[in-house]
């Protein structure tokens, strides 16, 4: 390595950088990326547009409706239109549930006799659709116990359910999406900055000015990789205070693991933009490439949808094919958890990462051709 | 019309000799969307349930059997309640259950008795309905005395099948990530040497050569929906269709086409393929994840669901499961046509004003 010609290099493309006005665009994207999403993404389900047609009119079929319009899951309305008329309303995307409470519903309910109650889920989102099934159930089960126990019939005991949710007591979605928007983010920005820095080059013909020049090849690449790494460092900093100080997000891990893990992430991320700049020929490629790579992937499998470890077959696999579920456990431990490194798993996974860059270097410096073919 | 189709042909021959791009649209069209349709699945899966049982297991274990597949993995057991938060600290477990000792006397004597349930909710939506699913479990097991029984009927997608939805999802940003980058580099790579200003020299009607350069990225995109959907969306999935295949095309097109004056407004605004990389991710990215596919919009932050007023993905996602899924009347879809189509003209009347003109 010489230093003097590492220096020149690296300053001009900082130039470049700067000149284009790129510099913007590297601090603006993952901000507001971030901002965005992280106010935009809701997993759970609440105020689900929910009617409740209410046929009996009797004082336990409004209490029953009524389950469903003081409840932060449910935005409920009660009302008289017909079945046929609400159904039209799902089929508009104008509603969400349909609960319909049969005409001689209190009358049933104190003779004993069987009383059906009809729910229409619209589940043409399928998951969404199986939690607001699930939430209907729950709510409609939990009223009739405790009208069962207001009439004195229940003979066994009741089970009750004490939770105790760790790491998010609050349930609060922002603690859990916030960090695993960070590793989207930090997967995508340093990639699709790195996929055009060399291929770029190669169309417009200024590579032979390397072809031609005394650089060695792990030279050119340090040259072309640290000025984008160093810019996207401070995005680890800048990421980290919106997410403590606009969505509330706790800390309870080492800040060092943090930003270590981070810099190693920005590496690997940065080693794929490169990979692809190095085995494309066109910018046009290199960017479709980068962005299929990159933003699917990273969002998919980054645990914010759902749990690695329930997913099957060819996802499992190829969870475990993307750098972001190892730094995404990193990143939720430090954090919501707090183990740190003295958990082994951590410190399993940061080798993984390591060794992720490691590989992508050397495949890059193998691949990456000093002269015309 | 023939300078259009030779305008036309020209930009599709040079889509086809690079061959590896010709490769990269193929895969995401097929075997991305296949990998998404495949695995993901939002509902709790395979949830790993552990257990500690300080009784002496007569009531604990006919609750414990009616956690099944494929919701719940076999529970496990602990021996106490110190190894049991130690598994879900290293997310081996997601749902801790803890029965005290005193759990099955105070039940069998008919007192109110409680169980103490862990859970890791650093993925809230899924605890969640992992806690109403226990819920339901036990409200099942303690058998009320009450005769009330739910009906309970899922509309439109019966089994909850996720699937297809994962696959048109997926196959929808898609078509945005793809018509806006084609869109854009096409426009900009003549722009970046030069040849756009002799094309804008030449006596064609400038409109006539957007139209016939985006309108050719549109083809390459629609070839590539025909293809995804014959063979993974409908051939590997069997979704269903309940409505109209054509006016889903229609739909498909016309989104298509309001994609590409995005992509024409990002090559408006950029100059080299550099900045359309990064502008066109800095509007994809917004665009793809808050249309609603992933969060209905009514659930978002009210400024965002006034933003989401403007993105074209939304009407078009909205349009298209309701075609799909639901089954809806072609009267009630006119909304989602014209909004569309509308944003698409505003964004071409752009393009056509900013880089239709030499001077």
């Known amino acids: 390595m010489r230093v003097n010609i590492l220096k020149a290099y690296a300053i001009k493309e900082f130039i470049e950088l700067f000149r284009t006005r790129l510099i913007v665009i590297v601090y603006l994207m993952p901000l507001m990326t971030l901002i965005l999403f992280g106010f935009g993404i809701r997993m759970d389900v609440t105020n689900a547009r929910t009617l409740i047609i209410d046929n009996d009119h009797s004082k336990y079929s409004m209490e029953l409706g009524s389950k469903f319009q003081h409840s932060k899951y449910f935005d409920g309305k009660v009302s008289n239109i017909d079945e046929q008329e609400a159904l039209r309303l799902i089929k508009q995307a104008k509603l969400d549930i349909l609960i319909i409470i049969p005409s001689s519903f209190e009358k049933n309910l104190l003779s004993g006799a069987k009383s059906e109650i009809g729910v229409f889920v619209d589940t043409a989102f399928a998951t969404r659709g199986s939690t607001m099934e699930s939430y209907v159930q729950g709510a409609i089960l939990s009223t009739a116990n405790e009208l069962a126990r207001n009439m004195q ?73 640290f000025p984008i790494f160093s810019l996207h460092s401070l995005n680890i900093f800048i990421l980290f205070i919106v997410a403590i100080y606009l969505f509330d997000v706790e800390f309870r891990g080492s800040f060092f693991l943090y930003w270590f893990s981070s810099e190693l992430y920005i590496l690997i991320s940065l080693s794929i933009g490169m990979l692809i700049s190095i085995v494309t020929k066109k910018q046009i490629v290199a ?87 | 019309m023939r300078i259009f189709m030779i305008i036309f ?34 509902k709790p899966r395979n949830v790993a349930v552990g257990y500690v049982d300080y009784t002496g297991g007569g009531i604990s274990q006919k609750i414990l059997s ?8 076999l529970p496990m057991r602990f021996k106490s309640q110190k190894e049991l938060s130690s598994a879900i600290f290293n997310k081996e477990i997601l749902v801790g259950i803890v029965f005290d000792a005193e759990f099955e006397k105070l039940y069998r004597q008919g007192k109110n008795t409680q169980l103490n349930v862990l859970i890791d909710s650093t993925a809230a939506s899924q605890s969640l309905t992992t806690l109403v699913y226990l819920q339901n479990i036990i409200l099942d097991f303690t058998d009320l005395k009450m005769p009330i029984s739910i009906k309970s009927h899922k509309l439109f997608n019966e089994n909850a099948d996720n699937h297809y939805f994962m696959a048109v999802t997926e196959l929808l940003s898609l078509i945005t990530m793809l018509v806006i980058i084609l869109t854009a580099i096409v426009f900009v790579k003549e722009k970046e040497e030069g040849t756009w200003d002799i094309m804008l020299l030449m006596p064609i009607n400038p409109k006539m050569m957007i139209l016939a350069k985006s309108l050719s990225q549109v083809a390459i995109v629609m070839v590539g929906v025909i293809l995804s959907l014959g063979f993974v969306v409908f051939g590997s999935f069997d979704t ?81 499961e309701s075609i799909i899924f639901r089954g809806t009347e072609f009267i009630d879809l006119l909304p989602y046509f014209t909004e569309i189509t509308l944003l698409g003209v505003l964004l071409y009347w752009y393009g056509f004003n900013k880089i239709g003109k030499l001077f």
Do not use: C
Request: hydrophobic share 55%.
């Open chain 1, 153 to 225: 019939r229940q003979t066994k005991g009741m089970i009750t359910i004490n939770s105790r949710s760790l790491f998010n007591q609050a349930m609060r979605d922002e603690d859990a999406i916030v960090p695993g928007l960070i590793g989207l983010v930090l997967f995508v920005a340093p990639a699709i900055l790195a996929a055009l820095l060399i291929v770029k080059e190669k169309e417009k013909g200024t590579i032979f000015n390397f072809y031609a020049s005394p650089l060695s090849k792990s030279e050119f690449l340090f040259a072309k990789l």
């Open chain 1, 287 to 373: 960017v479709v490439l980068t962005v299929i790579v990159t933003i699917l992937p990273g969002f998919l499998y980054s645990g914010i949808l759902m749990p690695i470890s329930s997913m099957v077959g060819e996802s499992y696999i190829e969870a475990h094919m993307f750098p972001v579920m190892y730094y995404n456990h990193i990143l939720y431990d430090t954090f919501l958890i707090g183990q740190g490194f003295s958990s082994s798993k951590i410190v399993l996974y940061l080798m993984i990462l390591f060794a992720y860059l490691i590989f992508l270097f050397t495949v890059g410096t193998l691949l990456l051709k000093k002269e015309l073919k």
């Open chain 2, 9 to 42: 042909t020209k930009e599709i021959l040079s889509f086809l000799r690079s061959t590896m791009l010709v490769v990269v649209v193929l895969y995401s069209f097929t075997v991305d969307i296949y990998i998404a349709g495949q695995g993901i699945q939002i």
């Open chain 2, 66 to 73: 009616r956690f099944h597949k494929p919701e719940f993995l």
């Open chain 2, 240 to 320: 269903p269709m309940n409505g109209s295949f054509w006016s889903f095309m229609f739909l498909t097109f016309l989104y298509s086409f309001s994609s590409a004056g995005i992509g024409l407004f990002v090559a408006a605004v950029s100059k080299d393929v550099m900045q359309v990389a990064q502008l066109s991710i800095l509007i994809m990215m917004p665009l793809i994840f808050l249309s609603g596919a992933w969060t209905p919009v009514y659930a978002m932050h009210p400024i965002l669901q006034k933003l989401s007023l403007i993105s074209p993905l939304r009407y078009y996602i909205e349009g298209s």
